[in-house]
């Protein structure tokens, strides 16, 4: 059973039958830690116009670079998480493979 419908039991029993919220978790099944957590939504949106902003002044700049400019820039973004952003705006560059010379026959 999901955690989202355990918690909304467990709401439930404490309205309904006037049960301690430890009571009630106990019943559901739920710990008391994932009947409080409350996520948190990310915002991503300083990212994308930074990302945007190094991007559109460095057309040939790849990922490390522009990584490395955050953080000079003084954010403390993690790397999976500028990435991430950095995926869904479809900034990756393509590698440039070198040309192979096929070898002279006699």
Known sequence: ???????????????????TIAMSCAIVGLSRCAYYYQSKLQDDSVIVSVLNAITDRHLRWGFPKCFHR???????WNHKRVYRVYCELKLNLKAKRKKRIPPRCP
């Open 1 to 19: 059973m999901p955690t989202g419908a355990r918690k909304t039991w467990a709401q439930q029993l404490q309205q309904n039958h006037s049960v």
């Open 70 to 76: 955050i953080r000079k820039l003084g954010y403390q």
